[in-house]
């Protein structure tokens, strides 16, 4: 697969819980674990947007 998922990496790095940036970009811990295991199918551009704002990270 061409897209490699870091989010848990980016979480230790702002020293920030799952349920915290659950918290500020409005969606479930469930859908958040999808996204770090790198099985989630599809991401909105707006929660992907979000994610980027708070971890203080970008797209490559």
């Not at 020293?15 to 659950?22: A, R």
Request: some cysteine; aromatic content about 6%.
């Amino acid at each position: 697969m061409a897209i490699k998922i870091h989010l848990e990496e980016a979480l230790k790095k702002k020293k920030m819980t799952s349920k915290e940036l659950c918290g500020y970009i409005g969606i479930t811990e469930a859908n958040l674990s999808i996204l770090r295991s790198g099985k989630a199918r599809g991401v909105r551009f707006n929660t992907l947007n979000k994610i980027c704002y708070y971890l203080e990270c970008n797209v490559e």
